[in-house]
């Protein structure tokens, strides 16, 4: 199983990968790594391709040498075109060692990309620090209900009298600024019973958000110091993402140099990606590949007719000025738009499409795993819940794969 899914990373393609470390119950830890790619039919492919047991400290020269060890296993290393972590400390300082070694093995486009979703939580969480008067309080006062069934019961009752349906208090996630909000709209949606449960229950006064405590806090200068607070962070941590984001954003045909504020936003992010082109002129398949998939598929070679050039000897920077050119697309397919005018435009068509904005696909690894290693199962071996991890993930890829090639199968028959 395990040869023929490293079969798919061995293809002339950019790969990108997602790392994370994660404890099980039982409070041991677990590094999993993500790979990510596009496949000849252009879809964006990705599986689990090691959970390791990773015991001590987490160190980033022990995180940098079990990273190497994945990808020097799975062969992979020239591929490399990202790692998306975490804003850890220890996961920053192994991403700059890895890109140390890649490129002195020559894989200079390597680039280290800090997740998206991890600064925007930590921004968000920077900005209601501001307001935290008011997160403190209704988040102790959703403890209070929900830990104590005799509340529970009494909030019951009360939905039933008052006719409304039965709701309960959301707790929040500190480290998940979305949870953070639902809490406070469930807050806000509950006010009228909670009003009730609170004149019936005089110990939750001091504990409840009055509308005295409300006005105080929700002022326009305080919504102004919270989004202030926000920005700022963004702009902090935007150095550490500015150059891959621009070259992801200027290859997003659905947007391309709308994204960029003004002219020298814009030239310096068309500067950058021609600086990336030149690597990718001489990787192995270039011009063949949309060849092989127009041809296994009926339904890419029609598509493909309606953009179909020769792009023999067309100069780099030929090919960007014609994509610039080109009008925005209103598909909301990306790599749909890809595969129908990668003829036109062989060298993008291979760069940074397989790069993950986010480390989410890591995190629903550990999610997987949890379902997997759990109180009942709290006696598994780390190689044993390392291979049923990796076989479950192995498998799905498998057959995904099986079922589009029956889909492409039954489009040539008809």
């Not at 391709?49 to 001590?56: I, S, T």
């Not at 890109?99 to 998206?116: P, Q, T, W």
């Amino acid at each position: 199983m395990r040869e023929e899914i490293l079969k798919e990373l061995v293809k002339p393609r950019k790969l990108s990968i997602t790392c994370d470390i994660w404890s099980s119950v039982t409070m041991q830890s677990y590094l999993g790594v993500t790979v990510h790619f596009i496949d000849d039919e252009w879809n964006l492919r990705h599986f689990l391709l090691d959970l390791c047991y990773f015991p001590g400290q987490h160190t980033s020269q022990r995180i940098e040498e079990f990273i190497m060890r994945v990808l020097e296993d799975a062969n992979i290393i020239n591929k490399l075109l990202c790692m998306t972590t975490d804003n850890a400390a220890s996961m920053v300082a192994a991403g700059r060692a890895i890109k140390e070694r890649l490129s002195a093995v020559g894989n200079i486009e390597f680039i280290h990309h800090r997740c998206s979703a991890h600064i925007l939580n930590i921004a968000v969480q920077h900005g209601l620090r501001r307001v935290s008067p008011i997160v403190t309080k209704v988040r102790e006062f959703v403890k209070k209900i929900r830990q104590s069934s005799r509340l529970c019961d009494s909030l019951r009752v009360v939905c039933q009298l008052e006719n409304t349906v039965e709701l309960k208090p959301e707790l929040d996630v500190e480290t998940r600024w979305n949870s953070t909000y639902l809490m406070l709209r469930k807050f806000q949606r509950m006010r009228d019973v909670l009003n009730i449960l609170v004149a019936k229950h005089r110990e939750l006064d001091a504990l409840y958000l009055h509308d005295d405590d409300l006005s105080k806090n929700h002022t326009e200068e305080s919504i102004i110091v919270v989004v202030d607070a926000i920005n700022n962070k963004l702009e902090e941590y935007w150095a550490y993402v500015n150059d891959s984001t621009k070259i992801g954003a200027l290859l997003d045909p659905r947007s391309k140099t709308k994204t960029f504020l003004d002219s020298n936003q814009r030239d310096e992010a068309i500067s950058l990606l021609k600086e990336c082109m030149p690597s990718y002129i001489d990787v192995e398949g270039v011009n063949n590949a949309s060849t092989s998939t127009r041809c296994r598929n009926k339904r890419l070679f029609f598509e493909s007719l309606i953009s179909d050039q020769a792009v023999d000897e067309i100069p780099p920077e030929d090919e960007l000025t014609r994509y610039i050119a080109t009008p925005v697309s209103s598909d909301s397919d990306s790599l749909g738009w890809w595969r129908r005018f990668q003829g036109d435009f062989p060298i993008l068509a291979r760069m940074y499409l397989s790069m993950q904005g986010s480390s989410v696909p890591s995190e629903q690894a550990f999610s997987m795993a949890a379902n997997t290693i759990t109180k009942i199962r709290c006696n598994l071996k780390p190689d044993t819940a390392r291979a049923a991890m990796c076989l479950k993930s192995w498998i799905q890829q498998v057959c995904d794969k099986r079922e589009d090639d029956c889909e492409d199968l039954i489009l040539l028959e008809t």
